[in-house]
């Protein structure tokens, strides 16, 4: 257990500002949506938002995580050391992912109190949607072997989402975008969509970053 911590601690310091960037804006977040409530009354605004951030900096999150390997001069020392690939990818996505998931029930609580809806609907979307974007950054840089390579796709990702998917369902996997909290059925669909994404992104990139 020492040493899970010790290794957790280290992926959490070594990307240095980048990683703590993810609760400051998501504090940014939550401040703004109680004044866009306050103000406005318009709850629609603040569950499109969070659909777009929130899941998002997991996705950027993902990408800091790798950073050390590949793009830090000398970063291809960390795999001469006695730990698998799998450890070096999947393992620390995923242990990584559990982190995070703090963070979303953070922020999914204060969206809940605020907007007064429904929590266990709001996190469990929020949470698998954060994981389906941390599998295609893992993806992206797994491929490219670059941060930036990484960022382009899971922008590429969310950007054709985001713009097409609200015209054209097909191109809209994992978000709704309308403003509003999914029943079960959907929360399920969307679920199912997501983890399979993962199951693809986690798989494929770990299959490539070997």
Not at 81 to 105: D, E, K, M, N, T
Not at 129 to 141: D, N, W
Request: charged letters at 15%; hydrophobic letters at 55%; glycine letters at 10%.
């Amino acid at each position: 257990m020492k040493r899970i911590m010790r290794e957790l601690w280290f992926d959490l310091r070594e990307p240095g500002l980048n990683i703590w960037m993810l609760p400051g804006l998501s504090a940014i977040f939550l401040f703004v949506s109680w004044w866009i409530q306050k103000t406005l009354s318009y709850k629609e605004i603040t569950l499109t938002m969070l659909e777009m951030l929130i899941p998002f900096l997991g996705g950027y999150g993902s990408l800091m995580l790798m950073q050390g390997l590949f793009d830090t001069e000398g970063g291809e020392i960390y795999f001469s050391y006695p730990r698998s690939w799998l450890y070096w990818g999947v393992i620390r996505q995923l242990r990584f992912f559990v982190v995070f998931g703090f963070l979303v029930c953070a922020v999914c609580i204060g969206v809940s109190f605020v907007l007064k809806v429904a929590f266990w609907i709001l996190f469990p979307l929020t949470l698998i949607q954060s994981l389906a974007l941390m599998s295609i950054a893992f993806l992206g840089i797994s491929i490219t072997k670059s941060v930036s390579g990484g960022l382009i796709t899971l922008c590429a990702f969310t950007g054709i989402q985001v713009t097409l998917g609200r015209e054209y369902d097909i191109f809209c996997w994992i978000y709704i975008l309308k403003g509003y909290v999914p029943a079960l059925k959907e929360l399920v669909i969307l679920c199912a969509r997501a983890l399979s994404i993962t199951a693809f992104g986690l798989g494929i990139g770990h299959l490539w970053t070997k």
